[in-house]
Structures are given as structure tokens and as C-alpha cells.
């Protein structure tokens, strides 16, 4: 079945540096991503999301990647602030009932 | 945060006594979720209702029923707790494209 993984299960960087995390997905036909950020005791949060059409998304300090042809898919944090540190994971339609896969996430520790 | 509100939000319970959980929203939304939160694993679904009265089955719902009776209540029952079912749950709403998140209860099962 569809499965949804990230790389690494954390990620240590310094203040002000960029971050990258990245996230592979089984399902070709997949055709909608979304990342969420999860501080700790809190629930996860939307961050950015983006569709198939697409090969980049930007946001606010926040880029997704997608390459579709080797499934993957990666969020870019640009200056990395101590307030960027969570865990980070992505999530894939499973469409039925409004359903979603989530990936394990990646803990990212910002270091001042 | 969508306005979703979970109670409690912090609970210890013993084996075997019955647990229920309560997801609150106030934007009438058709979807909600009820998810556990494991170290090494990603969000599970349990149970999921897309209607007053509808629900259906995640892929952990052994153990765990539901109920809807409301648009903005759903509620998650553990009829007898079990140690393995120590864990964060969170409940969530969809809009179509995404799911917004409660802010969780942590359930201790001794």
C-alpha cells in the first residue's frame, strides 16, 4: 500500500543556516502534498502544501520541492531560527474519506 | 487552530476503566479524525466520521469506538483502557484539501 517516509529522523543545524527536509512517498498517482510543523506539546501545523502540477512552492522563509520522477519531496527553511525547531513531516492523500498518510516526521534542533 | 478544542487534555487512567475523549469544533466542518501519536510511527487513524451519525474505521480502531452525535462533538470511547493504549490523540477536521489539528490529549494508561 501507500507508505509515506522521511530521511532522517532528525536534524541538528546552526542558527541562520538553511534547512533541508526531505520526504519520499510510494504512490506515483499522488497528486497533493502538504507539510506540517509540530512544536512540542501541540498538535501539528500547517505549514505549506503543494500539487502535483507544480515542481516548487514558495512561502514565507518556507520552500517545497517536488520530483515527482523519483518521488520525493523536500521542505527548505531558509535562516533556520531557534523558533524553526519541531518536528517536521509530510503528508499525502489517500482519498477516501477525506484521508491522509503521515510520514514519521524529521525532530529539527536549531542550535543558537 | 480551526477552532478545535480536545478534553481533556491530560489524563491518567487505570487498566481497564472506560475513557472517553471529546473533540470540540465551531466551523461545522463534515470531516473529523480521531489519530494516535507514537514515538516511531506517524500519525494512525482510528476512527473517522464524515457526517452526523457516520463514521467509519481507521487503521487502528481495535479497541476504540466513536460516536457523532452532534456536528461539532466527536467523541472517542476506550470502553476497557489497556496499557497500549498510552498515547497522544489528536483530533482533526478536514476542509477538503487539508486537515487542521486540535491540540491533543495525552493519555496515560497504568
Known amino acids: 500500500g501507500e507508505s509515506v517516509g522521511l530521511h532522517l529522523p532528525t536534524l541538528s543545524v546552526q542558527e541562520g543556516d538553511n534547512s533541508i527536509i526531505n520526504c519520499a512517498y510510494s504512490?506515483?498517482?499522488?497528486?497533493?502534498f502538504i507539510w506540517y510543523k509540530q512544536e512540542s506539546g501541540k498538535g501539528p501545523q500547517f505549514i505549506i502544501d503543494?500539487?502535483?502540477?507544480?515542481d516548487k512552492r514558495q512561502g514565507q522563509r518556507v520552500t517545497v520541492l517536488l520530483n515527482k520522477t523519483v518521488k520525493h519531496l523536500s521542505l527548505q527553511i531558509a535562516a533556520t531560527q531557534p523558533g524553526d525547531s519541531a518536528v517536521y513531516f509530510c503528508?499525502?492523500?489517500?482519498?477516501?474519506?477525506?484521508?491522509?498518510?503521515f510520514g514519521t516526521g524529521t525532530s529539527l534542533t536549531v542550535i543558537p | 487552530d480551526a477552532g478545535i478544542t480536545q478534553s481533556p487534555r491530560h489524563k491518567v487512567t487505570e487498566t481497564g476503566t472506560p475513557v472517553t475523549l471529546r473533540c470540540h469544533q465551531t466551523?461545522?466542518?463534515?470531516?473529523m479524525y480521531w489519530y494516535r501519536q507514537d514515538p516511531g510511527h506517524g500519525l494512525r487513524l482510528i476512527h473517522y466520521s464524515y457526517g452526523v451519525k457516520d463514521t467509519d474505521k481507521g487503521e487502528v480502531s481495535d479497541g476504540y469506538s466513536v460516536s457523532r452525535s452532534k456536528t461539532e462533538d466527536f467523541l472517542l470511547t476506550l470502553e476497557s483502557a489497556t496499557s497500549s493504549q498510552t498515547s497522544v490523540y489528536f483530533c482533526?477536521?478536514?476542509?477538503?484539501?487539508?486537515?487542521?489539528f486540535g491540540p491533543g490529549t495525552r493519555l496515560t494508561v497504568l
Open positions: 504512490n506515483s498517482a499522488s497528486d497533493y
Open positions: 466551523e461545522n466542518h463534515r470531516y
Open positions: 482533526a477536521i478536514s476542509t477538503g484539501n487539508e486537515q487542521f
Open positions: 503528508a499525502v492523500p489517500r482519498y477516501t474519506g477525506n484521508q491522509f498518510y
Open positions: 503543494i500539487r502535483s502540477n507544480m
